[in-house]
């Protein structure tokens, strides 16, 4: 597991300031339920916004933003948690295989008795810890400061543990894309550009396809749609937002892995 420590050694100060930010902010807001608790003026605010614009913050009539569910839906899982996840783990990912690459300092590890397989797995079984460390601080976060002011009343545990597991895994699938296009081409600023192509095109769908029909049928394979298709929170765990991330961050990791131990680095 040398490849594994030395990775997440080199990774620990970005990490760490990543903790700080999350962590914070997420607090922050949290804290700020108890002036949205029992306020029908959001509740209204929300009845009249466009139903794209509704969908993409996780907003819906059934959950108002002035319940618990409507608001930690709305001000976390739907908006900031995906998105710092996605940011987040498409940085780690592209560097995993394709910045080490490109800064010239792959070569010099795998000059040592390390096989390609086994820097690509462990490199991602380090990228795996980092995105579950992250997610385990702000679960921590959501509860130590959710508890007191009552933003997490009603909300059954498990449902909860799924909605933080769910954006784990949105997080890293998109953190697998950008491993995977390292891998495949060795090209750090190509893994960022496919992996943030396809996170925005998941989002936009999402979004738009409540307004334009056509986009409708995109929505079934959009990561962002398996996430925000229900309200986890009051509604229950939706498996499709954990299955199906999971099959696909499978099937880039097996493509990944032997195309990167067949080609010529460059």
Same mark, same amino acid.
């Given at each position: 597991?040398?490849?594994?420590?030395?990775?997440?050694?080199?990774?620990?100060?970005?990490?760490?300031?990543?903790?700080?930010?999350?962590?914070?902010?997420?607090?922050?807001?949290?804290?700020?339920?108890?002036?949205?608790?029992?306020?029908?003026?959001?509740?209204?605010?929300?009845?009249?916004?466009?139903d794209?614009?509704?969908?993409?913050?996780?907003?819906?009539?059934?959950?108002?933003?002035?319940?618990?569910? !409507?608001?930690?839906?709305?001000?976390?899982?739907?908006?900031?948690?995906?998105?710092?996840?996605?940011?987040?783990?498409?940085?780690?990912?592209?560097?995993?295989?394709?910045?080490?690459?490109?800064?010239?300092?792959?070569?010099?590890?795998?000059?040592?008795?390390?096989?390609?397989?086994?820097?690509?797995?462990?490199r991602?079984?380090?990228?795996?810890?980092?995105?579950?460390?992250?997610?385990a601080?702000?679960?921590?976060?959501?509860?130590?400061?959710?508890?007191?002011?009552?933003?997490?009343?009603?909300?059954?545990?498990?449902?909860?543990?799924?909605?933080?597991?769910?954006?784990?895994?949105?997080g890293?699938?998109?953190?697998?894309?950008?491993?995977?296009? !390292?891998?495949l081409?060795?090209?750090?600023?190509?893994?960022?550009?496919?992996?943030?192509?396809?996170?925005?095109? !998941?989002?936009?769908v999402?979004?738009?396809?409540?307004?334009?029909?056509?986009?409708?049928?995109?929505?079934?394979?959009?990561?962002?749609h398996?996430?925000?298709?229900?309200?986890?929170?009051?509604?229950?765990?939706?498996?499709?937002?954990?299955?199906?991330?999971?099959?696909?961050?499978?099937?880039?990791?097996?493509?990944?892995?032997?195309?990167?131990?067949?080609?010529?680095?460059?």
């Amino acid at each position: 597991m040398t490849v594994f420590r030395r990775f997440l050694r080199d990774r620990r100060r970005s990490t760490l300031w990543w903790l700080v930010g999350v962590v914070a902010t997420v607090a922050l807001t949290v804290l700020f339920y108890p002036s949205v608790e029992g306020q029908a003026s959001f509740d209204d605010m929300t009845e009249q916004m466009p139903d794209a614009v509704a969908e993409l913050f996780g907003l819906d009539s059934t959950f108002p933003m002035s319940s618990p569910e !409507g608001f930690l839906q709305s001000q976390l899982f739907a908006t900031m948690l995906p998105i710092l996840l996605v940011v987040f783990g498409i940085g780690i990912g592209a560097r995993a295989i394709g910045g080490s690459e490109e800064d010239g300092t792959l070569e010099l590890l795998l000059a040592n008795p390390v096989t390609r397989r086994r820097l690509a797995l462990e490199r991602y079984g380090t990228l795996v810890v980092l995105h579950v460390v992250l997610m385990a601080a702000t679960a921590v976060t959501t509860f130590a400061t959710g508890v007191p002011v009552g933003a997490t009343d009603g909300i059954p545990l498990a449902w909860l543990a799924a909605a933080f597991v769910a954006v784990l895994l949105l997080g890293l699938l998109h953190a697998t894309i950008a491993f995977a296009v !390292g891998a495949l081409t060795g090209r750090r600023g190509r893994a960022i550009a496919v992996s943030a192509a396809v996170a925005v095109a !998941g989002y936009l769908v999402e979004g738009l396809a409540q307004a334009a029909d056509p986009l409708q049928p995109l929505q079934a394979i959009s990561p962002f749609h398996w996430l925000l298709e229900r309200n986890m929170l009051g509604e229950g765990v939706a498996w499709a937002s954990i299955v199906l991330p999971l099959l696909v961050t499978a099937a880039l990791l097996a493509v990944a892995v032997p195309a990167f131990e067949r080609r010529d680095l460059r």
